[in-house]
Nanobody, 114 residues
Framework: VQLQASGGGSVQSGGSLRLSCAASGRRISTYDMAWFRRRPGKEREFVAASSWNDGGTDYSDSVKGRFTISRDNAKNTVSLHMNSLKPEDTAVYYC????????WGKGTLVTVSS
């Protein structure tokens, strides 16, 4: 499966952004989908996930209550709605698919200014 993330940009603290990930090559209906990010000078970290099996979601403590992951299996897309953004959310965000192995797309940069 190939993944293409989009929707990054610059926003002020407290603002919102919506990231999208378009998948191609395979249907994502049987893939666990997730978003990760790499903040400046940090290792890549988990942000949010959506289970293919039961539709359950999971979030890192740092984004819980502010970010929402959603998937549209019919459109073969997964989104990340980000609200109440903080400067520490500045990062390159990566879309991830998992089915026996990890698949990664190129990231999209989100910059949050104070």
């Amino acid at each position: 499966v190939q993944l293409q993330a989009s929707g990054g940009g610059s926003v002020q603290s407290g603002g919102s952004l919506r990231l999208s990930c378009a998948a191609s090559g395979r249907r994502i209906s049987t893939y666990d989908m997730a978003w990760f990010r790499r903040r400046p000078g940090k290792e890549r970290e988990f942000v949010a996930a959506s289970s293919w099996n039961d539709g359950g979601t999971d979030y890192s403590d740092s984004v819980k209550g502010r970010f929402t992951i959603s998937r549209d299996n019919a459109k073969n897309t997964v989104s990340l709605h980000m609200n109440s953004l903080k400067p520490e959310d500045t990062a390159v965000y990566y879309c991830n698919a998992f089915y026996g192995m990890d698949y990664w797309g190129k990231g999209t940069l989100v910059t949050v200014s104070s």
